[in-house]
């Protein structure tokens, strides 16, 4: 018996040995990072794309151009600039009331999915440890998994009632929200540029949610994707990923062209929206480096090529840091120093074409 039981053991590690090359490699599998498939430019990154047109992979010119702003520009344009400064100046510190108040807070909430989540989050311990930022600030971080934009346009939507849920957790009220970043996204890809006006649409109406739900936002910053390392499938592949960015330049063409259905300026009529403006420009064309020099590596990406990893969480909380501590309609309520006096009431603006308005009720 003893023989047969030695006999037993000997049989089965020598099929355990004999597994071990096919074993290996699913093992392997399991804990290599997929997005180090084969690499494939998508294009120049907005920013440096400037008045250039866009060239889809596979598919050839688009008749649309680059920068962040109109006419290839990456710089906000004049008037545009202006209002955003002087309402920037009218921050305050507000109690729960909304009123200001020296001893209450400027608050400034997050919105968006999983990564905006996840990269708003290592902001916050950025900001937090940083002595440069204004004493009265509080960032709450409203974005939350799989709530991609569609979860976010009703103002009646759960993914609004648990950011005020996370402000009266921080001992905080709608009524102090002052400022928001904004960065989400339509899962999987389609024709260009339907599919980015699908999100813009959405876009217009998350800030008026917004609106609608903290009635003293002034500002509202907005980023669009980072690069994945999928193509034309998966989660959010490329080119969609990249052109996610043309969704949040045509929204903020649409205020700065006078839409009444993102107006912000009361001489203009019903203020409907807070003032828009590009927050950091996340996308990168992968390992091409960007004018800055940045680079997006496949270690920058989890296993699904969409969400970040550690290192690709710290790049974009970094960017977000260096943006919000230089911005010209930053500084002035982010930073600690001396409060300007309000300035006079921004220019009104022109009027010009735009897309459609869906309304709701509340």
């Not at 997050?110 to 990269?119: F, I, L, Q, T, V």
């Amino acid at each position: 018996m003893a023989r047969r039981k030695g006999s037993l053991a000997l049989f089965l590690a020598c099929l355990l040995l004999a597994a071990l090359p096919i074993l290996a490699p699913v093992a392997r599998a399991q804990t290599d990072n997929v997005c180090t498939g084969p690499f494939q430019s998508v294009s120049l990154p907005l920013n440096d794309l400037g008045p250039a047109e866009y060239v889809r992979m596979d598919e050839g010119p688009t008749g649309y151009s680059g920068g962040l702003y109109p006419g290839g520009s990456n710089v906000r344009p004049a008037a545009h600039e202006a209002a955003g400064v002087a309402i920037a100046q009218q921050i305050r510190p507000l109690n729960l009331q909304g009123q200001p108040d020296p001893a209450g807070h400027i608050v400034m909430i997050s919105s968006g999915m999983s990564n905006a989540a996840m990269e708003f989050g290592a902001f916050i311990s950025l900001v937090n440890a940083d002595p440069d930022v204004h004493p009265q600030l509080r960032l709450i971080n409203g974005a939350q998994p799989s709530q991609i934009s569609t979860d976010w346009t009703d103002p009646n939507a759960p993914a609004w009632d648990r950011v005020d849920a996370r402000l009266a957790s921080a001992g905080l009220s709608p009524a102090q929200v002052q400022v928001a970043w904004i960065k989400n996204v339509r899962t999987g890809n389609g024709l260009f540029p339907q599919r980015a006006e699908l999100l813009q649409g959405d876009l217009v109406q998350i800030v008026r949610a917004l609106k609608i739900r903290y009635p003293n936002v002034k500002l509202a910053y907005l980023s669009s994707r980072t690069r994945s390392y999928t193509y034309w499938h998966g989660l959010s592949p490329e080119p969609a990923a990249f052109e996610s960015g043309f969704s949040v330049k045509w929204l903020i063409e649409q205020q700065i062209d006078g839409d009444p259905a993102l107006n912000y300026d009361p001489q203009s009529g019903p203020v409907v929206a807070p003032f828009l403006s590009w927050g950091p420009y996340l996308w990168i064309d992968g390992l091409n480096p960007r004018s800055d020099g940045l680079v997006w590596s496949p270690d920058d990406l989890a296993q699904d090529c969409t969400h970040p990893s550690d290192s690709g969480v710290q790049k974009v909380a970094a960017q977000l840091l260096e943006f919000f501590k230089s911005d010209s309609t930053t500084q002035p309520w982010f930073l600690d120093g001396p409060l300007p006096p309000p300035p006079t009431p921004p220019p009104p603006h022109t009027h010009a074409r735009y897309l459609p308005l869906i309304t709701w009720e509340r």
